[in-house]
């Protein structure tokens, strides 16, 4: 009888525990809602159970389906004191000083990772802005709860997205709040899930064309020698007290990863908590490590991202920023700003034409996916993991600022948009103009190549006129070509908007 009625009393315990209303992670004290947008709010209860949910004087109800899953959808909210936002049904959760303003998530590996408190020794902005207090400044990461900016809690912040969110502050007068889910040393191939790879279509495409050249069962055969290579370099290492070499990985095959980590495993434990969290768009800095998927370049790939992501939050073509692969290398249209303090300094020509600008074209190329824009960096500080990062965040928050907000501001520099053969010169025309094209530190602009069908390109002559430039070369009667800043460092390119903005790498050429 005992057992019976102790049995009874755990069934009781155990139903209650499973019938509260929760709340994920991410609706804690102290968030921020995104304003004017109908914010969605979701948990889980006993199933069927009625909730209600409670903000700013309204209410909205529901039911939880047979999995105990509830959503509701706020009217849109404004910006206006802090609120209490009530979720009831046989238990009560009240969640306190609840803002309303812009939420944006940030994204990607190392240089999104890292936090303040590891880049402010070496930034002098962000050592400042790191003893401040922002009551209406917020961070979130994935592993973690809404918090308060200030001198005691900043230092776990995004090193980049902080300073970002601090000058949409400044100058939305609105609070914000800033999403980080973001792991060093990553591909991309990891930060979107498996079904968004899967029903990509250019992705299959590319992976498909990849694996006609492919060869993938010789460089399976040649793996174990590899391996024993390895093998025998690290006991080698071992014995002189040196660092062993990374081991390698097998092949992968095409479509499928070159580390044999499952497609999508960050996005599932780094984002997906997020997804659905009203916001007004993602900053991404990513790019070193590639994609990891065989046969999958930067851009299809993060074509599939961004789409995939969008779907699943389901706000329509959300704003997609993102950082300028490779980290700075070029100069700076002057060096008295902290922002661009750490930009390569202005160089002479190289005897020879560089000829290794491809995977800065690459990336380059992302910006053509709907709604996204590039966050110009060739003129801040360079390297792996640049030491600036008040200036990328601040670049960035120029970007939204002008593109997602409508600031009459310029957000990048000038972009070839068509080039005309004018006999033995070639015109090119430009956007992002701003207020007119000029050359920095020289009194010509220079970083032009130019080519006729033999594709053997020199270095052209170059002259501002008005919104375009003409290049040509007495080497060249019949020119073909055009490329300008095709190379991974180009100190030497020094075209600018009087925006202070450098000219993105482009080539009028489809070369091999």
């Known amino acids: 009888m005992h057992l019976r009625l102790a049995s009874a009393l755990l069934l009781t315990v155990a139903f209650s525990v499973r019938a509260d209303v929760k709340l994920p992670q991410v609706f804690s004290d102290h968030m921020v809602l995104q304003r004017d947008l109908a914010a969605p709010v979701w948990g889980t209860a006993a199933p069927d159970e009625e909730v209600t949910v409670t903000i700013a004087g309204q209410t909205k109800a529901t039911k939880a389906d047979a999995q105990g899953k509830w959503r509701v959808k706020l009217d849109a909210l404004k910006v206006g004191d802090p609120l209490t936002l009530t979720v009831k049904a046989k ?153 062993a070499p990374r081991k390698p990985a097998p092949p992968g095959k095409p479509g499928e990863t070159t580390t044999g980590q499952k497609i999508g495993h960050l996005f599932e434990s780094h984002i997906r908590g997020y997804v659905g969290y009203g916001i007004r768009g993602v900053l991404w800095d990513q790019g070193e490590s590639g994609t990891a998927v065989v046969g999958v370049d930067q851009f299809t790939l993060m074509g599939a991202l961004i789409k995939g992501w969008r779907k699943d939050w389901g706000q329509g073509e959300f704003p997609f920023l993102y950082i300028q692969k490779p980290s700075g290398n070029g100069c700076a249209y002057g060096y008295e700003n902290p922002l661009t303090k750490n930009a390569s300094k202005f160089a002479a020509l190289p005897a020879a034409v560089p000829t290794d600008g491809a995977y800065r074209e690459l990336h380059l190329r992302i910006q053509r996916h709907p709604n996204t824009a590039l966050v110009t960096a060739s003129d801040l500080g360079a390297g792996v993991h640049p030491t600036n990062k008040s200036g990328y965040g601040t670049r960035a928050s120029q970007v939204a600022l002008g593109m997602v907000y409508g600031k009459p501001i310029e957000t990048q520099g000038p972009l070839l948009a068509s080039h005309t053969i004018e006999g033995g010169k070639v015109r090119l025309k430009f956007t992002h103009v701003g207020k007119g094209l000029v050359a920095r530190h020289s009194d010509k602009p220079q970083g032009f190549a130019i080519a006729g069908d033999d594709k053997k390109f020199v270095w052209a002559d170059a002259v501002i006129d008005g919104d375009t430039i003409i290049v040509s070369s007495d080497k060249v009667a019949k020119p073909s070509a055009v490329r300008y800043a095709w190379a991974s460092a180009h100190p030497w390119a020094n075209l600018f908007n009087q925006d202070g903005l450098p000219a993105q790498t482009f080539r009028t050429d489809d070369w091999k």
């Open 91 to 243: 238990n009560t959760l009240t969640i306190t000083d609840v803002l309303v303003g812009e939420v944006w998530v940030g994204s990607g590996q190392s240089n999104m990772d890292g936090r303040v408190s590891g880049y402010a020794k070496g930034d002098d902005v962000l050592a400042d802005l790191a003893t401040k207090s922002f009551p209406q400044i917020r961070h979130i990461n994935s592993r973690g709860t809404w918090q308060v900016a200030t001198p005691q809690t900043s230092g776990g912040f995004g090193a980049l997205l902080y300073p970002f969110g601090i000058r949409l502050h400044e100058e939305l007068k609105v609070p914000v709040g800033l999403m980080l889910g973001a792991v060093g040393g990553t591909p991309s191939g990891y930060w979107l899930s498996e079904e968004m790879y899967q029903s990509d279509a250019a992705c299959k495409a590319a992976a498909a064309e990849f694996a006609k050249t492919y060869p993938f069962e010789t460089l399976q055969k040649k793996y174990p020698e590899e391996l024993a290579a390895w093998e025998k370099a690290t006991e080698t290492a071992k014995k002189d007290g040196k660092p």
